[in-house]
């Protein structure tokens, strides 16, 4: 079965980085779009960004210029780069491929 495994989650203070990793586990990751979606606490999912096999990517209005989503199908892992953190980034980020296949979440918090 297809796992998908996040990483990279944590609590940075406003302005600060972080990047998530999403590695696809027995998917053939390369051929298939991946998105970041986040859940705020009491909030519903919602999509950050996408990028297409061939990296054409979409962002949300509210991460655009602060954040990158990248891939590396050749490691079958997803990537995205957050910069200028703000509080209200704060949410479960979740990986995506193939808009069925779900990481388990990873918490990013963003507190001063």
């Known amino acids: 079965q297809v796992q998908l495994v996040e990483s990279g989650g944590g609590t940075v203070q406003p302005g600060g980085s972080l990047r998530l990793s999403c590695v696809a586990i027995g998917a053939t990751f390369r051929f298939y779009v991946m998105g970041w979606y986040r859940q705020p606490p009491g909030k519903q999912r919602d999509l950050v960004a996408t990028i297409t096999p061939a990296g054409n990517t979409n962002y949300a209005d509210s991460v655009k210029g602060r954040f990158t989503i990248s891939r590396d199908n050749a490691k079958n892992t997803g990537y995205l780069e957050m910069n200028s953190l703000q509080p209200n980034d704060t949410a479960v980020y979740y990986c995506?491929?193939?808009?069925?296949?779900w990481g388990q979440g990873t918490q990013v918090t963003v507190s001063s």
């Open positions: 995506n491929v193939r808009g069925n296949i």
